[in-house]
């Protein structure tokens, strides 16, 4: 039946798509062949006025054509339908179906399965009401009943089901009531979960599709289980009329149910079909008024554009009814559960069971992409999938949602569907009364992006880094061959003098062994210092790790010390005792200290300053953190230089690229500190970086929410 | 740092001037077996506050060393007007560096690290020069 009416449907809109261009339907043009048709007939005005009446009407109601026209449709009218008020029904909808009670020419109760079609013109006024009819009133009220609603399931949200695979169930729950025991599907989740699983869909009507279909489509919901579509505050209503038409074959259903969405005051009726459908097959309507004034074409465009709204939005969205998730947290608040992350932990079959029964109800063109899908039905389902690469993500969805939380923010990780791995910044927005409740929003958008522009920046700076390191290596080159040398020149000559003892008559083991045991020493040392100057010298992304900035300093003196010694400068270490360790990459920070070493013997060389003199020194800042000071006597910073020292290509010297100290502040910023450089009040320079000490607890990265990394 | 004097018998004294322990020891050991003594300072400064005309045979001196330099401890002590041979160690390869050594009186500018038998011939000829040299010194210890 719902095929047919499908196929009706189609032939409406379809008339109503070309009426336009059509001549307006004046009364007489058509007169001559729907006086030869056999269904009434009539055609109204604006205002009610009868305009036409077929020889088919004059047969059905006994009243002449001659009589009606001219007359308000009410002489005729009992309209004593009942339910819905049908006459605003139609000028929303444009059509109405049903049967109706009329006066007939001698008193009589006329019944008519009537038909009856709004049209307008090119500009949407309304042109006449077209209603065609036939008698009804051979029928049984059983049967027009079921009659009436099954013209009315065209304009309802109407679905046919296969019951056949519940029927052990209803066996087993007649079975009780025979016994006398009331039932109570409220009672019984169980049998109402069963009882929808296995209730399959044979077919749905548009409307169906388009109020709980999402956007699985037709095709995506035949064969399926209503389970998956049938709104959750009405499951065992449903359940509770299937058994109940299942039970009595002749029963029509009709009751009040509670549907959040657009209709007021919707009604669901329910029975079982007759032949030729096969047994176990019932039909379901949902009707109601719409919300709103606005009538369905507006509905319609208002919905259409929200859709290609939603479909065009650059961001990935889906829209979640997660009402079953809501509704296990009141079960469990009302059990006394506070502390859900704790709870969920111990219960991670409740996480597992929430992603099957919180399902996608829809999605847009980004999500589809984003998730490498064919098409929109592909995410319609259990949002399992969103979470299967990112774990603990769906706990931490969870804990939000029960906390009451508006939104959830976290950077995370999706498998899409093509296997590939994506990161996103996902976002959900959690509905709050008076909202939809089935509207739960998750956004995804693709920061692969930036984290590869992020992890290119990181690259390009540990290269820069790098690049000044070579740079300082080879300024220091002749201190650090000096270092070298110095170990090695002691082998040379240990070994040499051992030699010489052993040529002797009576070697002196003692010494010899003495000598021996200081080659091994020093070839030690000059390979430790080799090893720290690969270091330097090597690539490497940065690695922070807990290190002592003391000892950080006195390797990077290593590199120096000749060099300050070779220019006569009095270098002054004083290392700040029990300084608390910080994270950071060692490297880089003997990096930051070399060159600001460097910088200082530079500068006090160039001012010819007899008495030349650095300080190095670690300290704890009154914030707690460790500092690195470098003050030299040189000449200073020329003070208009000040504010451009750390910018790249800044140099003072002759021979300077400008990069050393730019790469410092690099380096230092991205351990979390600051480098300042400023003039000392008596003459000379004073660099200092800070770096947070780890006993200082950080603060957490945000504030926001639930904002967390995954 | 205390200054180490190794003494043979009736062998003069070669003062030696290295920041680096290892050199310092390394250079006192060659000469130990060579049957000099020698006496070890790790910086110029502490070689001067011992100095007195005549009390070192030779000086083997590094030359970059926190505070005086080699070369200008060499200089000052030819102000002194000492004529106390000075052979210069250095790890500096510069021809700068060397042509101020050997033009400020220096008997050799060695570079680091120093064959023996190369200190050996420039210590035989600082030794001679000062008169000091005398075959029993030379023969014992020598491996020539």
Excluded at chain 1, 557 to 573: E, G, T, Y
Aim: some cysteine; glycine content about 6%; proline content about 4%.
């Amino acid at each position: 039946m719902i095929d047919g009416v499908r196929r009706q449907m189609s032939n409406f809109s379809r008339r109503a798509a070309t009426n336009g261009e059509e001549p307006a339907f004046a009364c007489p043009l058509v007169a001559d062949l729907s006086d030869l048709t056999s269904e009434s007939i009539i055609v109204s005005d604006v205002h009610g006025v009868i305009r036409y009446w077929n020889p088919a009407s004059e047969a059905l109601y006994g009243w002449p054509a001659m009589a009606m026209i001219g007359q308000h449709v009410q002489t005729i009218g009992s309209l004593a339908h009942a339910g819905t008020d049908h006459f605003s029904a139609l000028l929303r909808e444009g059509r109405w179906e049903g049967v109706v009670h009329r006066r007939g020419l001698s008193g009589t109760n006329v019944v008519a399965a009537v038909r009856q079609i709004v049209r307008r013109d090119s500009a949407g006024d309304l042109l006449d009401i077209v209603e065609f009819g036939r008698d009804a009133g051979s029928l049984s009220r059983a049967s027009y009943l079921r009659m009436d609603a099954e013209l009315q399931s065209s304009l309802a949200a109407s679905w046919e089901l296969d019951t056949s695979a519940a029927r052990p169930l209803l066996d087993a729950i007649a079975e009780h009531r025979r016994s006398g025991i009331a039932i109570d599907f409220d009672q019984h989740p169980d049998w109402v979960d069963r009882m929808l699983s296995v209730t399959r869909i044979l077919a749905v009507n548009d409307r169906a599709v388009r109020m709980f279909g999402a956007h699985a489509g037709y095709e995506q919901m035949i064969g399926k289980s209503i389970d998956a579509f049938w709104p959750a505050e009405s499951r065992s209503l449903l359940a509770t009329l299937l058994e109940s038409v299942a039970s009595d074959r002749t029963r029509l259903e009709a009751r009040k149910m509670v549907l959040s969405g657009s209709l007021r005051e919707p009604v669901i009726k329910a029975w079982h079909s007759a032949e030729p459908k096969p047994p176990d097959t019932v039909f379901v309507t949902i009707n109601g008024i719409a919300n709103d004034d606005r009538t369905t074409w507006e509905l319609q465009a208002s919905e259409d554009r929200y859709r290609r709204l939603i479909q065009y939005l650059p961001t990935a969205l889906w829209q979640v009814d997660s009402r079953r998730a809501g509704e296990a947290f009141d079960q469990l608040k009302a059990a006394g559960v506070r502390d859900i992350a704790a709870h969920l932990e111990r219960n991670p079959d409740l996480v597992e069971h929430a992603k099957d029964v919180v399902r996608v109800t829809d999605v847009n063109r980004d999500a589809v992409s984003l998730f490498r899908a064919g098409n929109l039905a592909d995410l319609i389902k259990p949002v399992r999938y969103i979470f299967s690469a990112a774990p603990g993500l769906a706990e931490r969805v969870m804990v939000a949602h029960f906390e009451g939380r508006r939104n959830f923010i976290a950077e995370t990780r999706i498998r899409a569907f093509d296997g590939s791995i994506v990161d996103v910044l996902f976002t959900v927005t959690y509905p709050v009364p008076p909202e939809q409740l089935d509207n739960t929003f998750i956004t995804m958008q693709d920061i692969s992006e930036r984290l590869n522009a992020e992890q290119q920046l990181r690259k390009l700076q540990a290269d820069f880094s790098h690049a000044g390191r070579i740079a300082t290596l080879g300024e220091l080159a002749t201190s650090i061959a000096h270092e070298i040398n110095q170990p090695l020149a002691a082998i040379v000559t240990n070994g040499e003098t051992s030699l010489r003892w052993l040529a002797r008559a009576d070697p002196n083991t003692e010494k010899i062994t003495q000598l021996t045991s200081r080659i091994v020493s020093n070839a030690r040392r000059a390979s430790d210092i080799i090893h720290r100057i690969r270091g330097m010298a090597a690539k490497h992304e940065p690695e922070k790790r807990l290190i002592d900035l003391n000892e950080v300093v006195e390797e990077a003196l290593l590199f120096i010390r000749h060099d300050i010694d070779s220019k006569s400068i009095v270098l002054s270490a004083n290392f700040g005792s029990e300084l608390p360790k910080v994270m950071g990459d060692r490297i880089q920070l003997q990096q930051v200290i070399i060159n600001l070493l460097v910088n200082s013997v530079q500068a006090i060389v160039q001012s010819g300053q007899p008495t030349r003199r650095i300080d190095a020194q670690t300290s704890i800042d009154d914030e707690g953190s460790v500092v690195f000071s470098v003050l030299d006597n040189g000449p200073g910073v020329p003070a208009e230089d000040l504010e451009h020292i750390f910018d790249s290509f800044f140099s003072t010297k002759d021979t300077g690229i400008g990069i050393g100290l730019a790469i410092c502040q690099s380096i230092i910023t991205a351990h979390g500190g600051r480098i300042t450089g400023l003039n000392r009040p008596n003459g000379g320079a004073h660099f200092h970086f800070t770096l947070p000490a780890l006993t200082v607890a950080s603060p957490e990265p945000s504030s926001v929410a639930s904002s967390t990394r995954a | 740092m205390p200054a180490k004097t190794v003494r043979s018998s009736e062998a003069p004294i070669i003062a030696v001037i290295d920041d680096d322990e290892a050199v310092r020891e390394a250079l006192s050991d060659l000469l130990q077996v060579l049957g000099l003594a020698c006496r070890t300072f790790d910086r110029a400064e502490a070689f001067m506050a011992e100095y007195q005309p005549d009390r070192f045979d030779c000086l083997i001196t590094d030359v970059s060393m926190p505070g005086r330099s080699g070369l200008e401890l060499q200089e000052r002590l030819r102000e002194l007007g000492s004529s106390m041979p000075v052979i210069v160690i250095t790890a500096d390869t510069s021809a700068a560096t060397r042509a101020r050594a050997l033009s400020g009186g220096a008997l050799a500018c060695l570079t680091k690290p120093v064959k023996d038998d190369v200190l050996l011939r420039h210590l035989e000829s600082a030794l001679n020069r000062t008169g000091g040299a005398r075959d029993d010194r030379r023969g014992t210890p020598s491996d020539e």
